[in-house]
Structure formats: C-alpha cells, structure tokens
C-alpha cells in the first residue's frame, strides 16, 4: 500500500528475508544494505529504493518486530510456509495442559500442615472451556496426567451442595440422557474425547508410560515450541485468570513473588486439599464457565458476547456432540504396564514385590499368546500411587485384582507408593534381610510407615520432609481409590474388595493406629497358622502358682471338707 515500495523493492525484501533466515542474526541497518546491493544488482542502480525508516516499518509490519531467536524464527517462518497452522474450530479439537504451583498455601490431610500444592490445568482452546484439572501435592507424575486425560472424557458428577443452576444445561441433549447413560446427575462441565493435546516441554510429557496413554485413547500429544508462548497462551493466561478472580480472595494466599508475600501466609492458610478441590470446581462450574469471554469472540460472531458454555452449546447445534463416555475399565488400561511370566507359586514379580490372586492359576507357567517384542509373557498393570494391588486382564478381556503377597488376609494396610517400596527394599537389603516371601516385609513396611517414635511425638520428631512424604503419600492414596472403579467380581469370598474401597482422609496418628494394628493382625496370623490343629488354652495369670504353693493362704469354703480329710487322715506328731 506504500507508493515507495515498488514491485523492484517487495521482490528484493522478499529476497532478503530469506537469505537472513538462512544466516545467523543480523540487524535491520544491514537488512536495509542487502535491499539496496539486491536491486542495484538485479535491476540496475536508476530503480529508487525507499530510506531506512520506510524499510524498517515495512519490515515490521510484514514480518514482526523480530525479537525472537534466530533459530525459533526460523522454525516459525518454515511452519508458516508449510501452512501448518492450526485453525481450531469444534470443541475438543486441541485442549493445553499446563501445571504451575498455586499461589494459595493448603493443610495437608496427615499432620495439618501448610504446604504448596500444584495446580494442573486443561483447557479446551475453543470454548475456553476449564474440562478438568487435579492438585497434587508435589509435581504431577505421568499417572496424575493419564487420569487428568480421563477426567476430560468423563462427565463431572453433581457433587452435593451443587443447586439445579449448575446441572448439565446444553440443548439438544437432556440432562436426563446424560444421567441414564452415567448413573448419576452430570455438572454442566463440558466433556468430549481430545483430539490433540498441547503441552510444554517437561519431563512428565516425555516418557513411555505417556506416549502408551496417547495411543490407547487415541490422542496426539503435540509439545508448543520452545520458547513460544502463544501456542498455549490461553492455558497461562487461565492461571492468571485464576489467581486474580479467585485465589487472591483467600486466606493463605502467598502471591508470586517473594518479595510481594505477606507476614505469614503459612499462618493464615486455613483450606485443606480437599476444601480447596472443592472450591476451585465450584468456581469453574459457576463462575468460569459462565463469564463473558471479551476478546475471545469466535470468527463466525466477533462482535457477540460468548462464554465457555455458549461457545460450546453453539458448537453442539452446528457440528453435533459425540456423546461417547468411555468405561470403567479404561482406568487399568491408563496405568504403566509390566511384561513378565507367571510363576507356579509366587505370582508375577512387579517393581521389587510379588502380586498373586486366583485370577492366575489357569496361566501359571504357562507363555502368553502375545507375539512381537513381548512375546510369551503377560501384561500386568500397576498403580504407582498405590503398591498393594495390581491389575491382570485375562485373555477373555476380564480385569481382576491382585493382591501383593505381603498383605495380611484380614485388617487393612495402610496405602504406600513407589518411593517408599524402594525404601522398603533398600532397608531390607542394608539389614540383611533376605526373605523367601513379601509376607516377611510386611514388618518392615509397616515400620517405614508408621514410624519409630510413640506417636504423642511423632508430629515433632519426625523431620519435615520425611512428613511431606507421608502427607504425599496419603494424599496419592486418596487419588487412587477415587481414580479405581469398582472391582470386578471374583469368586467365592474373598478380601479383593479392598481395592475398590474409598479411602478416608487420615490425620498422622490414626494412619500410624493403622499400621500397629496391622502389624499386630499379621503376628496374631502366623501365630494361630504355626498352633494350627493344637489346643489354645490361656496362659495362667501372673502369681497364681505362688498363691497355690503358698501355706499362708486361708482356704475358700469349697474347700473346707478337702481340709478336713486331710486332717482327718493326718499322722499325729509324736510328743
């Protein structure tokens, strides 16, 4: 549109443009020096060629101002060449994920403390939409992310306390169909199976586990570029969002930056874990998914006013809704999984502990039909939150349940991780300890759990990482008996039910209670196994065969006529 640059001058910026993409940096004064060398040489020096402030408002305005570097330009021009760009246009078709650490100090479940937690986040890029999110206590792990990706394909339940205003309220499907379909009353929470996931670049993104998830539910995980921002902006700016319309508001709350924090935030913190989850999908359900969303207008209506929840209401009248809820068994089929061979005895062998169940004694010894790398052996899956079971789908696509074989027949274990099996494994190895069966570890991971000190003086004497620990701990098993559906059925009797059971929040002293008594529901197991088929009689009480000895007792009156027999019968001393 500028009368200066003429068809001479676009085709010598053009050409300019790409040899500097090509060589290292330079700046715009230079630029300007190959625009002029390339018409002098390639038109002739009577062409006029514009001053260098034309140049440059040209430049910036076909090409940015260029503050990125060389090699992330690069990559962006190649991108734009290629004409890859993403036009996202329906729901679910690109949704970011992102974690960062709240800026709201929480109480920890086990000791009451005030800890930071992590806040991970997935945003639908189209609607805006919040579809789930989870707190964890420490960094999320590829499980917390596996479930976060299930969490998106499954309806929010009604929680209690939630009025109508917030049941599913999107036309063309009635919240009774959603309800019939789930079994409970649906949140008016979009969900929908993702097509492409964005992420950054950190190393829960990065493993095997994550890439096996991408492929049984069928989603692309496509990492932003480094360095740039604006391939999941929506996502950072959500957390902004976030902090200012809600979190600044609570007590506890820390701010972002050190010097900015108040006198004592870890004083003030009065939300639990829980109460925050709470809070936080209360005010995505109310407040989030109802606001006005401004600039972020769809292209069809840049002039309406839109929210995450008309957004997607429009997008179900024009495009359709898939309504496809995946099922229960999708949890087992999310966590890592381990190909081993079935021992005749003992099980499988997962991570350092032994699992068996009945489930196995059609295959035990027996190869797998599975071909390929893992050919012969069976697929066994694990929870990493919580080590006491793991999970076997038999060739007829039934799940069951295995139990590690250091589990005491009846009483409950506390729930305990990854970290503290290998704990377990290292003090069992630096003991000498050197145990034929799992049972035999039992004692030692319950001392790990429990502690050593008595427990008026454990909240003191236990150092405070080792008590993060504990609360991260607890607080995993928590997550993982919410995640768990609902146990297959097994047959006859059995204690596999403890596998889909919820697990209630407890503070330190009741979950080391729960330890002692399994250790002592464990010693009083081997003792009745080892007195198998012998009588039991009770011990007699402290002092009574003194007090039957003793020649100073005065006898009871069932045994005055003994007394007189005795004395009846009784030689008489000579005088």
């Known amino acids: 549109t500028r009368p200066a640059i003429t068809g001479e001058v676009r085709e010598a910026i053009a050409a300019v443009r ?60 190649r991108l734009q060449s290629a004409g890859e760009h993403v036009v996202i246009g329906r729901p679910g078709q690109v949704v970011a994920l992102d974690t960062t650490e709240l800026a709201v100090m929480v109480r920890e479940g ?44 499954l309806p929010l339940p009604l929680r209690p306390g939630w009025g109508a205003d917030m049941e599913w309220p999107y036309p063309g499907i009635p919240a009774t169909v959603v309800a019939q379909l789930t079994g409970y009353k649906v949140a008016a929470l979009p969900f929908f199976a993702p097509e492409t996931v964005t992420t950054d670049h950190g190393s829960v993104y990065k493993n095997h586990h994550l890439v096996e998830v991408q492929r049984v539910i069928g989603v692309n995980i496509l990492p932003a570029r480094v360095l ?21 508001f609570l007590l506890g709350y820390r701010g972002v930056d050190a010097a900015d924090r108040g006198e004592d935030p870890e004083g003030d913190a009065v939300w639990t874990i829980d109460e925050m989850e709470h809070l936080i999908a209360t005010w995505v359900v109310k407040v989030w998914q109802n606001r006005v969303l401004g600039g972020h207008a769809p292209a069809w209506d840049p002039g309406g006013r839109h929210s995450p929840n008309t957004l997607f209401a429009a997008a179900m009248a024009q495009g359709g809704f898939g309504l496809q809820i995946p099922a229960a068994e999708l949890f087992y089929e999310l966590l890592p999984a381990h190909h081993v061979k079935i021992h005749n005895r003992r099980g499988v062998k997962i991570k350092g502990l032994w699992y068996d169940g009945p489930a196995l004694d059609p295959y035990r010894n027996t190869p797998s039909p599975r071909g390929g790398v893992h050919a012969g052996t069976w697929r066994i899956h694990r929870d990493p939150r919580d080590r006491r079971f793991a999970y076997f789908q038999d060739p007829q696509h039934q799940w069951h349940v295995l139990r590690w074989t250091g589990l005491p027949p009846e ?9 503290r099996v290998q704990e377990l494994l290292r003090a069992a190895r630096d003991g000498g300890l050197a145990p034929r069966t799992d049972a035999e570890l039992l004692p030692v991971l319950l001392e790990l759990i429990g502690g050593h000190t008595p427990v008026t003086e454990w909240p003191t004497q236990i150092p405070r990482h080792k008590r993060t620990g504990h609360a991260r701990e607890a607080a995993q098993g928590e997550a993982a008996a919410a995640d768990r559906p609902a146990p297959p059925p097994e047959p006859g ?25 399994a250790v002592d529901d464990e010693r009083r197991r081997r003792r009745e196994q080892a007195l198998a088929g012998q009588a039991i009689t009770a011990p007699p009480r402290m002092g009574d065969e003194l007090r039957r000895r003793s020649l100073l007792i005065l006898p009871g009156e069932d045994d005055d006529a003994t007394v007189t027999t005795v004395a009846a019968h009784r030689p008489e001393a000579p005088r």
């Open 110 to 153: 086990v000791f009451g403390e005030a800890v930071p937690v992590h806040l991970t986040l997935a945003m639908d890029v189209y609607t805006h939409s919040l579809v789930a999110f989870r707190l964890t206590l420490v960094s999320d792990t590829s499980t917390d992310v596996a479930m976060l990706l299930r969490d998106v394909m």
């Open 228 to 248: 740039r921002p604006t391939d999941k902006q929506a996502v950072e700016r959500a957390f902004a969002a976030i902090q200012s319309l809600l979190l600044e």
């Open 411 to 419: 009483g409950t274990v506390p729930s305990f991780a990854d970290a």
């Open 18 to 77: 790409a040899e500097t993409l090509h060589r290292s940096r330079v700046s715009m004064k230079t630029r300007e020096r190959m625009i002029r060398q390339y018409v002098r040489e390639m038109f002739g020096p009577d062409v006029p060629v514009p001053c260098y402030t034309t140049l440059r408002a040209v430049w910036v305005e076909w090409f940015g101002p260029g503050g990125a570097r060389q090699r992330y330009a690069r990559s962006a021009a």
């Open 493 to 517: 009797p059995g204690p596999a039910s403890e596998a889909g059971a919820t697990v209630v929040a407890m503070r330190w002293p009741d979950r080391a209670r729960q330890a002692a008594d």
